[in-house]
């Protein structure tokens, strides 16, 4: 089966940087896929990690440790508009069947 | 252009009804998905079609139907409509079944109420 387990609840002010820990067992593993969900907003993609290591793109960062089973989201120079839920999902090795966390909530105050 | 759309957005239903959803996707993409989304935010896996074949099939009671008539849609019939079936469904889409940077392509939701 598949455990994946995120933090609930993030709080961080606006200009900092938050990291978001994603620690996950999985059956298999055929990547990890880090998406962002506005309220009431669908899910948009935001990084892909298949490989250890970071992935960088703009503000956001992505990283993973296959050993380890651990990712993490690293949001720098926050900006309201960050304020969503994050939402870890790992691929199983069949397939392209994503398993989701429950998402953690970030918080950005001014 | 809406990548990946469902309709309808808001659903208010009585218990015991039957509802379909439609979802369309014109990104080109082979394989389609629904998920359901609950109120503690946990989005879960319900089906996924590729190329109109059935590939994943969750624990889902046999109430919910999902038909593709071609590769670009994927809709959900729903029979008997329960109480607990009130949740947000994602219709979603990506290029093919495994393997690669392929992520997949979310609509907007259908958030689905039984009275």
């Known amino acids: 089966g598949q455990n994946i387990d995120q933090p609930t609840e993030m709080t961080a002010t606006e200009g900092a940087i938050v990291q978001i820990n994603c620690t996950y067992q999985?059956?298999?593993?055929?990547?990890l896929f880090w998406y962002q969900q506005h309220a009431g907003e669908a899910p948009t993609f935001l990084s892909y990690?298949?490989?250890?290591g970071l992935e960088e793109k703009g503000r956001f960062s992505s990283f993973l440790s296959r050993s380890k089973g651990y990712s993490y989201l690293l949001l720098k120079e926050l900006q309201m508009k960050d304020s969503a839920s994050y939402l870890c999902a790992v691929r199983g090795a069949a397939g392209n069947k994503l398993t989701f966390g429950g998402g953690t909530r970030v918080l950005v105050k001014p | 252009d809406t990548a990946v759309s469902q309709t309808p957005k808001y659903l208010v239903t009585q218990m015991g009804n039957d509802k379909s959803i439609k979802c369309e996707q014109n990104?080109?993409?082979?394989?389609m998905y629904w998920y359901k989304q609950d109120s503690k935010k946990f989005l879960k896996i319900m089906f996924s079609y590729n190329n109109k074949e059935l590939i994943i099939n969750e624990t889902v009671p046999n109430r919910f139907s999902p038909k593709s008539p071609d590769k670009a849609h994927l809709n959900l019939h729903i029979n008997s409509l329960e109480l607990g079936d009130s949740a947000v469904y994602f219709c979603?889409?990506?290029?093919?079944?495994?393997?690669?940077?392929?992520?997949?392509?979310f609509g907007d939701g259908t958030r689905l109420s039984i009275l």
């Open positions: 979603a889409s990506s290029q093919r079944t495994g393997g690669g940077n392929q992520p997949q392509h």
């Open positions: 990104l080109g993409h082979d394989t």
């Open positions: 990690n298949v490989l250890d």
């Open positions: 999985t059956s298999g593993f055929n990547g």
